[in-house]
């Protein structure tokens, strides 16, 4: 029993001398405090105050000459209220993100129209700020101050970003001065909101306000990915839903806007919709992401690429198009003269072109919408005013409260294909439409082109 008890002893003592002491090998524990990161972070928020002027409108009665010559014979014309400048002010935040050259990110909403821009930082020194430049299409503005010992945010990457990260909104909600709310990640690339003309915002639970426009969103390492622009809630007030232009954009948007004083960008030369699984189903695809081309517009960039209607775009540059509202911001973001890669699928295949994109215009539309559609339309002939400048059938009537009508068919719509086959008569037409379940329809509008699904009633 004493040797037994000595081996034992022997072989715990020589355990512990290998092992070392237990206490070396944990780690300090976690701080429980953002406070250390927000001290860091806070002094490159600023406030951001705003002030402009506008002529009140004098009384639409006193544009009259009968009663303007009325008020001057009785009153006399000093007695006619003259126009009078109203002055607006308004408050929001931005962020720094330069400290040597006094660049700072705001909102363009922010600062639309003022005369006057001033950025107070967090101790209390006022400087008023030069406009660089400023971009409404995704809400990103550059101001420039001349100031010392300021400190910028380290910028993130936005890309990074996952669905349920943490994540801290600083700004100056309601004009209380710098405040600092917690939350989550909510989601990532929402659009469709109708916002702004580019959208991929980040969405947070986050608490923004009104005045947090043009603040900043940052992880918990104090890193920026995003620019806090919009929420949504009853009266303006937070809800938890909030949304933030993140760091991807706001870094192209920014680059242009010190280079030229305004984002000049490129565009493709397409029309495009979603591609819905019926549309899928249609083109003979297993897929459903991407972005469906309807037309492509006349010596654009697309054309002379070789893209066509019908193909379907899957990718720019390496990166996956998942929709047409992801397409236009890849494309939005792109410089005039950039050459890009586009990916897509044609009957099936596969095929990549190299693509110029030119300054933009106005007969390039960037995007359409398309709806479902179904019968109860009356077919005629192309107009004579349209002869040669477009082939197909036209929509001279559609059915009131019919499915035709309910998709947004329309009179005076061109229909240029059935099933992808070229419609030139209304006879061609008709036998189509009367004969088959389903059909694809290649539409004509205006300037702009869309397929559409339709089914029998």
């Known amino acids: 029993m004493k040797l037994s008890r000595r081996f034992y002893g022997a072989w715990l003592f020589i355990f512990l001398l290998l092992a070392g002491p237990v206490t070396s090998a944990k780690a300090p524990p976690p701080s429980d405090s953002l406070a250390p990161m927000v001290d860091r972070v806070l002094p490159a928020v600023v406030n951001i ?26 009153l006399g014309p000093r007695a006619l209220p003259q126009p009078q400048q109203r002055s607006n002010q308004s408050l929001g935040s931005g962020v720094i993100v330069d400290a040597a050259k006094g660049w700072v990110v705001t909102n363009h909403h922010v600062i639309d129209k003022a005369d006057e821009i001033t950025v ?116 303006g007030g937070n809800v ?32 495009i919709q979603d591609l819905t699984r019926d549309l899928a189903n249609a083109f003979g695809l297993e897929q459903q992401g991407g972005a469906l081309v309807a037309q492509v517009v006349e010596d654009s960039p697309a054309e002379k690429a070789g893209i066509e209607a019908g193909d379907v775009i899957t990718g720019v540059d390496g990166q996956t198009v998942s929709g047409s509202s992801e397409l236009r911001n890849l494309i939005g973001m792109q410089r005039l003269g950039s050459r890009v890669e586009i990916k897509l699928l044609r009957d099936g295949r596969e095929k990549t072109y190299k693509v110029k994109l030119v300054e933009r215009n106005s007969e390039m539309l960037a995007s359409a919408s398309a709806s479902d559609s179904t019968r109860g339309l009356t077919l005629s002939p192309i107009p004579d005013d349209l002869q040669g400048q477009v082939s197909g059938v036209a929509v001279t009537q559609v059915a009131p409260d019919s499915r035709a009508w309910q998709a947004g ?12 086959k070229s419609i030139t008569t209304v006879k061609e037409a008709i036998k189509k439409l009367r004969n088959d379940d389903r059909v694809l329809l290649h539409i004509v509008r205006r300037n702009g082109a869309l397929y559409i699904i339709l089914g029998k009633d």
């Open 120 to 235: 107070t930082l967090r101790d209390k020194r006022s400087f008023e700020a030069e406009l660089i430049g400023s971009d409404p299409e995704t809400d990103i503005a550059i101001l420039k101050i001349e100031a010392d010992d300021l400190v910028a945010v380290t910028i993130g990457d936005s890309a990074n970003l996952r669905v349920g990260d943490f994540v801290v909104a600083m700004g100056n909600p309601f004009g209380l001065g710098q405040t600092v709310t917690y939350g989550i990640v909510s989601a990532l690339g929402r659009s469709g909101l109708g916002i702004e003309g580019y959208q991929n915002f980040i969405q947070t639970d986050a608490s923004i306000n009104p005045g947090n426009s043009g603040g900043a969103l940052v992880t918990t390492q104090g890193k920026l990915v995003g620019i806090n622009t919009a929420i949504i809630g009853p009266n």
């Open 49 to 74: 105050s705003t002030r402009s002027s506008a002529s009140t409108q004098a009384n639409p009665l006193l544009r009259d000459p009968f009663f303007k010559h009325f008020f001057e014979d009785f």
């Open 409 to 420: 068919i329309r009179s005076g719509d061109i229909i240029r294909s059935i099933d992808r």
């Open 240 to 271: 938890g839903i909030g949304f933030a232009v993140p760091t991807r954009m706001m870094n192209a948007v920014m680059e242009q806007i010190i280079d030229h004083g305004e984002v000049k960008r490129g565009q493709l030369g397409v029309l």
